[in-house]
């Protein structure tokens, strides 16, 4: 299936802990299946399962969201064709507390879709937001959104050097940061209610984080959130996630939702997130390589 621009949508207001598992979930699946422009790119949506796929041989531009299969063999078959379904390129599989059957996980190692990780999902009221005086960025970094071709190249250079591994295969990091640019250029470098997409922050001219916000589920996602290696533990991380938390609530948004690594969750949570819900993230690569 073609995958259609974003389009705006109204903001969500309803924040029961129900209501925002529901955003957090809504948000990941909308961001991992967004439009990029990627070559070969395709949305995979029936009532068993929702997934991105591409041509590009990078787990970053191939995902699996949700997944709704029968039990016992049916489960293994389905596993199988979806597998299948990726033709060999690697892909990440993210298992949601609604996902069934309710041992997907567990089957999904057996098939050789390793278990990366247990990733909470976050979410917060921003109107529980502190005031920018409260929380001061550190004085030398300097943030800036995303709206010229000269810093998208900055951002990009960024995220790579974060995650290499999904980077690894060099045609993957330049089909990935030419479809990052025309979708920047075709939006003018905003999501569809006016707020730019991506952040950059630098220390004296130097690129050292980025963070990006995808808005197409109604709330603020976060996402990208990435410092360079050298520049790591001196708040530069949480600087730029609260200055476009702020960004977004001025904005109209009410709230934001992201998932969190190990490493950071301390951070979001110092920021006012809570966790509400749990994923399990699986990859699979050909002949298991990582």
Partial sequence: MMIAPPVGVAPRTDVSEAALRVAILDDLVASAVRRRTIPGERLIETAELTAYASDVHSPDVNDVVRARFG?????DAAIDATITLFAGRPFLWWVGEDDTPADLS???SRHGVVLLDDIPGLAMDLADLEPASAVPAPEELQIRPVLDEPTM???HGVVVQGFPEDFADSTAEVEVGASSRRVAVESGYREPNGIPTRWLGTV????VTTTRLHTAAGVAG???VVTATDARRRGYGAAITRHVLQVARDGGLRIATLQASSAGLGIYERIGFRVLCRFRLHEWRPGGER
Wanted: no cysteine; hydrophobic share 50%; aromatic share 12%.
């Fill in 222 to 224: 976060i996402y990208a």
């Fill in 204 to 207: 004296d001219g130097l690129p």
């Fill in 71 to 75: 039990a016992g063999d049916a489960a």
């Fill in 106 to 108: 567990e089957r999904l």
């Fill in 153 to 155: 190249d900055a951002f």
